[in-house]
């Protein structure tokens, strides 16, 4: 009798979940990043970023949202070497961010709040140096001599549904440091030597998002 009423209720649960996990939705996503680094860059600096999400809805105003997108983060690094000098760091990761959300259905609308941890891998990277004593600028293109490609993080903030569209602003933390002082060392007079010896101790990009996305 129990394992009936056992069997009884794993089957009531499966088919209550089936059919509430139909309430999803492929859609598209993208929108501004503002990022810098935490007692390092001047101010934040403007990127973006776009792909492509899925969203699950769940019971009692819960959903989950993965997504994979690219993203560019950036920032500004002045006098990094010398007084006049700077340094702007730009790097794109394909991110895979996955968005747990919790809020009230209000019919029209549903506003909510929103936890996403994210992982990511660096796919390319610009790097320009300008140094005041030379007036000369210097840019190298997808060196990652020492630099951490693999990403993880975590992102808070809240967000509102209105119809098919959803906004969320977010501020986010990249955990780990951006340069390893144990990788590989660049050329000593290379500028990305010199932004390597400026962004250590723990440092990494970090910063507001706004995401729109349209689920289908």
């Not at 990094?80 to 968005?99: F, R």
């Not at 590989?184 to 729109?212: C, Q, W, Y």
């Amino acid at each position: 009798m129990k394992r009936f009423i056992m069997v009884i209720a794993l089957c009531a649960v499966t088919f209550w979940s089936s059919n509430t996990l139909m309430a999803r939705g492929f859609g598209i996503t993208g929108g501004a990043s503002f990022t810098g680094l935490k007692d390092v860059s001047s101010g934040m600096t403007t990127g973006y970023h776009a792909g492509l999400t899925y969203k699950f809805k769940l019971p009692f105003g819960f959903a989950i949202q993965p997504s994979l997108m690219y993203h560019m983060k950036s920032s500004l690094v002045e006098d990094a070497y010398q007084n006049g000098s700077s340094l702007d760091l730009k790097t794109g990761y394909l991110e895979l961010p996955v968005s747990f959300q919790w809020g009230p259905d209000l019919i029209l609308f549903r506003p909510f709040l929103d936890v996403t941890p994210f992982v990511g891998y660096g796919l390319n990277n610009k790097l320009s140096g300008y140094s005041a004593a030379s007036d000369k600028v210097v840019v190298e293109k997808n060196r990652w001599d020492g630099m951490n490609r693999l990403e993880y993080g975590l992102g808070l903030g809240v967000g509102i549904d209105i119809w098919k569209f959803q906004v969320i602003g977010r501020y986010n933390w990249n955990f780990g440091p951006l340069f390893d002082a144990e990788g590989d060392l660049p050329d000593a007079d290379s500028v990305l030597e010199s932004a390597r010896s400026s962004i250590l101790d723990g440092k990494n990009f970090g910063g507001l998002t706004l995401t729109v996305a349209f689920i289908f």
